[in-house]
């Protein structure tokens, strides 16, 4: 902020979201729509573009609907990825995915449609739509798409030119402990997460993936704990669907099932492209 008689004027600055964009990536969604609360209004349109987006993005992860029927090319995003993510309708999603894809001008909105092809299982459609993006939540979304395509030498090229943008960014950090989960290294996922939640807290995402890394670590016990405190953020009536998956891996683990399970395989099928 600069001083200007008795009043401060806000102006706006490259990392003026950086925050916000954090919190965001990092599941932190109450902490994200409070960080957009408190941005200053004199933001470039890509910026504002990009906040409202966050804001309404977060809002749907928290249950709350209504950013999905707003009358703006943003809502309009949300309703598409609000139907994807519901799985209710995928031709009608796919078709708004296409048309809204030819108004996309900015990075973030291209993540959003990457996200929601993503959901449809449609790996190619979400990577085709992320080819111009250059943005590290893009580059993010890159890297555990190819995951999910089994590249891991492609999600480590992304990563390599994440790094090279900004090797400390919440989305980076992230990145490398995707890459870590894919290739069973427990101990550098453990040490990347650990570094993400005593930045910015634990979030349901970050206690998954720490549940996760324990598992593969052969920390049955630590990975109950963390799993155990993921119940007590969220309450039996929000449970997420990487959090059963955790919970079926580690029960697959004390052989208390087979990997034949089909709900363990449907809930596979979609946190797959979360973490590997």
Same mark, same amino acid.
């Given at each position: 902020?600069?001083?200007?008689g ?35 209004r004199?933001?470039?349109p ?12 977060s +809002? ?10 707003e ?21 009608t999603?796919?078709?708004m ?9 900015y ?15 449609s790996?190619?459609?979400? #990577? ?12 993010? #979304? ?30 980076t ?17 453990v ?9 910015? +807290? ?8 720490? *549940?996760?890394?324990?598992a ?5 016990g ?15 009536? *929000?449970?997420?669907?990487? *959090?059963?998956?955790?919970k ?5 683990k004390?052989g ?21």
């Amino acid at each position: 902020a600069k001083e200007r008689g008795d009043a401060k004027i806000f102006l706006p600055m490259a990392d003026a979201l950086y925050s916000l964009r954090a919190y965001y990536v990092l599941g932190h969604y109450q902490l994200a729509l409070d960080e957009a609360a408190r941005l200053p209004r004199n933001l470039t349109p890509s910026q504002m573009s990009e906040c409202v987006l966050i804001r309404m993005l977060s +809002g749907l992860s928290m249950g709350d609907t209504s950013g999905a029927s707003e009358d703006s090319y943003e809502g309009r995003l949300v309703q598409c990825l609000s139907i994807a993510m519901s799985g209710s309708d995928a031709d009608t999603c796919a078709a708004m995915a296409e048309e809204l894809e030819q108004q996309a001008v900015y990075d973030h909105h291209r993540v959003t449609l990457a996200s929601a092809h993503s959901l449809l299982n449609s790996t190619t459609s979400a #990577l085709r739509v992320l080819h111009p993006c250059t943005s590290l939540d893009a580059s993010l #979304l890159k890297c555990q798409l190819y995951l999910a395509y089994d590249r891991p030498d492609l999600a480590a090229k992304a990563l390599h030119k994440m790094k090279q943008v900004d090797e400390d960014s919440p989305s980076t950090t992230l990145g490398a402990a995707l890459i870590a989960l894919y290739n069973n290294d427990g101990q550098e996922a453990v040490y990347n997460v650990k570094t993400l939640s005593e930045q910015y +807290g634990r979030s349901v995402k970050l206690l998954n993936l720490y *549940t996760a890394a324990a598992a593969i670590s052969g920390d049955l016990g630590r990975a109950k704990e963390l799993i155990a405190e993921c119940d007590e953020q969220e309450g039996a009536e *929000t449970e997420r669907e990487d *959090t059963r998956f955790n919970k079926r891996t580690i029960d697959a683990k004390e052989g208390k099932f087979t990997c034949g399970d089909e709900a363990f395989e449907s809930a596979f099928g979609r946190a797959k492209v979360k973490y590997a």
